[in-house]
């Protein structure tokens, strides 16, 4: 089942879209459950726990939709969100917060059922790749998500794998790694780290994770690793 949020000011928008994403889902054989919000507040006050994509309205009150998405990525950078307005010259703004695409008001439903296929496609593929590591405190294996990682660590000949809430060690190499994850964008800034470009919060001497973990830069790696970085974040725009 798709998770899946709708915010607009206008209780019939609301409606009008819970009906059209329930009928593109049975057409597109995916289940949906839905959740609606009437202001960027009260979505950003009981922001879902567990959301795959967000249909977000522009033109709303203080904040608006695009101030309500650039609060929303500092905990959620890699939501799903589909920008929904009746004036298309905030179409350029909408790509500040790396929004996936952009309805135009009033919304048809063949364009609606198209956005979210495509939508669906690309969570899809994010969400394929796992890898098998090692619970470090109990020798438990489990699937992970690598979109939970935070960044790998060499320490005293293991590899430990962050998530931020557990501390796994993975059996093998970082070369390996480095070599599976790239395309998920993690990227060997230091011979002992690997880290997910998606947790990076500032990079300064050293890099700054979301939660205020420090990774250091190695001089040898740090040219390679902020071009290839902004190569990265020029392809989520």
């Known amino acids: ?7 607009d000011d206008e209780a019939t928008i609301r409606s009008q879209l819970s009906t059209l994403l329930l009928k593109a889902g049975k057409e597109l054989g995916e289940e949906f459950e839905i959740q609606t919000f009437s202001s960027g507040e009260s979505l950003l006050t009981a922001f879902p726990r567990e959301m795959d994509l967000l249909l977000l309205d522009i033109e709303m009150g203080n904040p608006d ?10 905990f959620a950078p890699e939501l799903c969100i589909i920008f929904i307005t009746g004036y298309t010259q905030y179409a350029l703004k909408s790509y500040s917060v790396r929004a996936f695409g952009f309805l135009p008001k009033p919304v048809s439903y063949t364009t609606l059922r198209n956005e979210i296929s495509l939508a ?12 098998m590591i090692k619970d470090r405190t109990d020798g438990v294996t489990h699937q992970v998500d690598v979109r939970n990682i935070q960044y790998f660590e060499v320490r005293d000949h293991d590899i430990l794998a962050m998530t931020g809430r557990k501390t796994f060690y993975h059996r093998g190499t970082l070369n390996s790694l480095e070599t599976e994850l790239a395309p998920y964008g993690f990227f060997r800034c230091h011979a002992a780290f690997l880290v997910n470009q998606r947790f990076i919060a500032s990079i300064g001497q050293d890099l700054v994770l979301s939660d205020g973990t420090h990774i250091p830069i190695s001089r040898a790696k740090r040219k ?4 290839r970085l902004s190569d990265y974040i020029g392809d989520t725009l």
């Open 1 to 7: 089942m798709w998770k899946l949020a709708i915010c």
């Open 224 to 227: 390679e690793f902020l071009t």
């Open 65 to 74: 939709g695009i101030e309500t998405a650039h609060r929303i990525r500092e």
């Open 120 to 131: 669906l496609e690309q969570l899809k593929r994010k969400a394929a790749h796992t890898i």
